[in-house]
């Protein structure tokens, strides 16, 4: 079994900035992931128009990106059976596998798959799943998602009412003494940055607000001093 290491960091105060590159231009992606190498990771959104009505990537283009950049990198698995695609995405060279609570029948099981191989592991829950659902399993975790649109294409509008369910995780990552990242995922902008770092959330992921500005480089760079 090859041997793989996450490079993700732990938490440390500040609100880590995370671009989603399903907004990237894959025509010119080296030069999109350049433009925010000053970002804390990089996320990849990896759909198969069954769990979410679109499709995306595969573990290929987390290969891709291996070799362009040094940052972490979070397969986000919005799939079915994400256990069957735990070990590709980890020889690809993915740092942090993020999967849906409600795509697995033993959350618990796949948490440890991921984390045997030595990477980090994130659970995800969609606007309509509760964060006590997931309550048995924060323990186990580096990274808790909070979506706060329907999960499966981006550009979509924040869904505010999602706030006290960030809050509610954070409280629950508190009572853990643990720590865990606390993401937000879900039309990120500067408008709705600062309202989901002040809930609680610690990584915000961002697409369109990024890859949609002329400068993604300072795109990231003011939602983290908006977040400060």
């Known amino acids: 079994m090859p041997e793989f290491k996450s ?37 990849v959104d990896v759909m198969d128009g069954h769990f ?11 290969k891709a990106l291996r070799g362009m ?38 959350p618990e099981k796949i948490i440890r798959q991921i984390k045997a191989l030595g990477l980090s592991a994130g659970l995800a829950i969609k606007p309509q799943t509760p964060v006590s659902a997931a309550e048995p399993f924060v323990k186990h975790l580096d990274l ?21 369910k960030v809050a509610q995780a954070r409280e629950l990552i508190s009572r853990s003494g643990r720590q865990i990242w606390l993401q937000v995922d879900g039309g990120i902008g500067p408008d709705t940055a600062p309202a989901a770092a002040l809930a609680g959330a610690d990584s915000l992921v961002a697409g ?14 003011k939602m983290r001093e908006l977040c400060a």
């Open 7 to 43: 490079r993700l960091p732990l938490p440390d105060g500040h609100v880590a900035m995370v671009p989603s590159i399903l907004s990237a231009d894959m025509s010119c992606l080296g030069k999109d992931v350049d433009a925010v190498s000053k970002a804390d990771w990089l996320q």
């Open 52 to 62: 979410v009505p679109n499709i995306s990537y595969g573990p290929g283009l987390v």
């Open 69 to 106: 950049t040094k940052l972490p990198l979070d397969a986000h698995l919005m799939i079915d059976n994400p256990a069957d695609f735990i070990l590709p995405f980890a020889k690809a060279g993915a740092d942090l596998i993020t999967f849906h609570l409600e795509a697995s029948e033993n």
């Open 144 to 164: 808790f998602l909070v979506m706060t649109v329907n999960p499966g294409f981006g550009g979509q509008a924040f869904m505010a009412e999602c706030l006290g």
């Open 208 to 221: 369109n607000a990024v890859f949609g500005n002329k400068n993604p480089s300072q795109a990231v760079q």
